[in-house]
């Protein structure tokens, strides 16, 4: 069963100032997820630690205006709950079974506009407001997807294989391709047109124009792709003047492997089936 909880209207209670405060963020963040305040802090300073960003620069400003949108997100919080009604029984139509976990519009630290992580046992939908107040996503379309895309990876999560640990970025990075296109594929389902994406017009066909290339450089990138140097994941990354670029290819490449493969079945592939299916992929 989906639960929902709305965090961002009592924001106030904690920042009666309309400022961030680190303290305060932690003792807001605790009320929810008792003692796991460190998961956050450390997804935030891992992009820090890269030296491309600072607190003080790039985070703390998001922070403060998304604080300032007082009245817009509690604007937002009636829209939430109207569009995460009847969830589960979407989610059984359309793939015939729905999950556990619980959708939560909150306040984090950057960590994205939308996250699905286990906390305290339990799988949880994370969306954060000050990134979708950031990259613009606060239409009634754009956080239906962003709501159907983390479902997506809970449900590869309850009903397959999500999370593997690797030894080396090249099947690291392989692996996120596929379950982001696994996502991608169950928002595009939910949401009835496989052509959906929280992107412009423009940005698609960009991408739809130089798809051959896109699929060639990921493959090739792989040898060296890390952490700090890739570009295909993350709207704060370009490739070739274009973020998220992996999210396109993901869904591209999912939704070539589903002209022979049931999706149910796609969902607990091993590594190994994902190169063989990405090297024929590359061929077509």
């Not at 817009?72 to 359309?94: G, M, P, R, V, Y």
């Not at 996503?137 to 449900?155: A, P």
């Not at 124009?209 to 040898?223: G, M, P, T, V, Y």
């Not at 994941?233 to 070739?240: A, I, L, Q, S, T």
Request: with cysteine; proline share 1%; aromatic share 16%.
């Amino acid at each position: 069963m989906i639960k929902v909880i709305d965090k961002v209207s009592n924001l106030k209670q904690y920042f009666p100032l309309n400022s961030f405060s680190m303290v305060e963020w932690k003792k807001y963040i605790c009320d929810l997820v008792d003692s796991e305040d460190n998961i956050f802090i450390k997804d935030m300073n891992e992009t820090i630690n890269t030296g491309k960003y600072s607190f003080e620069n790039d985070f703390f400003p998001v922070l403060n205006n998304a604080l300032s949108k007082e009245n817009e997100i509690n604007d937002w919080a009636k829209t939430f709950q109207e569009l995460t009604l009847d969830l589960d029984d979407k989610l059984c139509n359309d793939f015939g079974k729905s999950v556990d976990a619980t959708i939560v519009l909150y306040l984090g630290l950057c960590n994205g506009a939308g996250w699905a992580i286990s906390l305290n046992n339990n799988q949880y939908i994370l969306l954060g407001v000050e990134k979708i107040l950031e990259l613009g996503w606060t239409s009634k379309d754009y956080l239906m997807g962003l709501i159907y895309h983390e479902l997506g990876h809970i449900y590869q999560n309850q009903y397959g294989i999500l999370t593997k640990d690797f030894n080396n970025n090249y099947d690291r990075f392989l692996w996120q391709l596929f379950t982001e296109g696994i996502a991608m594929y169950f928002e595009q389902v939910l949401c009835n047109d496989i052509n959906f994406y929280n992107r412009s017009k423009e940005w698609l066909q960009w991408c739809d124009n130089h798809l051959n290339e896109i699929k060639k450089d990921f493959w090739e990138d792989l040898a060296v792709i890390n952490p700090t140097n890739q570009s295909y994941f993350g709207d704060w990354v370009r490739y070739k003047g274009h973020s998220d670029v992996g999210y396109y290819l993901g869904a591209k490449f999912i939704h070539y492997i589903m002209k022979d493969n049931e999706f149910d079945d796609v969902l607990s592939w091993n590594i190994e089936e994902v190169k063989k299916a990405y090297q024929e992929f590359l061929k077509n």
